[in-house]
């Protein structure tokens, strides 16, 4: 089954404990992305790659790391997290519309809720 | 900046009315247009997109969305709405030059009375 993998689903921390969330997708897709959902704010880009090795900032990218080793793979790091991280991550994935070109449709994960105490 | 704009974050029809969701972008290069829905508990699922070609554009569950250049929008709207069109809705756009970011409007939530 095509699909995007995040874990963990649910995960409560306190501050500055360093926390990572896994992302795996199964569709070889090019495009891979971290966003975040608050209400009233809709979801806002994290980071983004566009390849292996091809990571860049989206609109709100502070208190965040990525890595992309992996075409499959692409994990979120919180380094040192705040209460103000406390939210909900999604991550997706996407083909290009064409090579080196824009994305395409987002495939998202099902979610981590994050509370940071 | 290149943003998106989704005029009303609550919006109530009557079961079988029309549903009007607004948005507007903005953009100095062709853009890439997409409704998702979220339904409460769940990700985000696409319900329609615009890159090329035909500007109206027909989705699941009976959406549509017309890409209107000079007025900068791609409302999305449905004749009949249903109860299970009981959702949260999200306006995206990426583009087709200078950056490769995706970009989602604030949402909005429609409620359908019986």
Redesign the interface.
């Known amino acids: 089954e095509a699909q995007v993998t995040q874990n963990p689903r649910y995960l409560i921390t306190v501050t500055g404990k360093k926390l990572t969330v896994t992302c795996s997708q199964n569709m070889n897709h090019e495009y891979m992305s971290w966003y975040r959902q608050d209400p009233g704010l809709g979801l806002r880009q994290i980071y983004y790659s566009m390849n292996v090795e091809v990571t860049d900032k989206g609109d709100v990218p502070e208190g965040y790391k990525v890595s992309r080793k992996e075409k499959r793979n692409f994990p979120l790091i919180l380094e040192s997290p705040s209460p103000n991280q406390t939210s909900l991550y999604f991550c997706a994935s996407s083909p290009l519309v064409v090579a080196g070109g824009p994305t395409d449709t987002q495939y998202f994960g099902p979610g981590t809720r994050l509370t940071v105490l | 900046a290149q943003s998106v704009t ?1 005029l009303g ?1 609550h919006v109530s029809v009557s079961e079988g009315a029309l549903v009007l969701l607004r948005c507007n972008y903005s953009s100095s290069v062709p853009p ?1 247009l ?1 409704w ?1 829905v979220q339904y409460p508990n ?5 319900l329609l ?1 615009y ?1 090329t070609g035909a500007t109206l554009v027909k989705g699941i569950n009976g959406f549509e969305a017309e890409f209107k250049k000079s007025e900068t929008s791609f409302h999305l709207t449905k004749p009949s709405a249903h109860m299970s069109d009981a959702a949260e809705y ?1 306006c ?1 756009v ?4 200078g950056t ?8 909005t939530r429609l409620k359908v009375l019986a």
């Open positions: 989704q974050s890439y997409f998702y769940q990700g985000l699922q696409l997109k890159t999200f995206a990426t583009y087709t030059s490769y970011k995706y970009i989602f409007g604030t949402g």
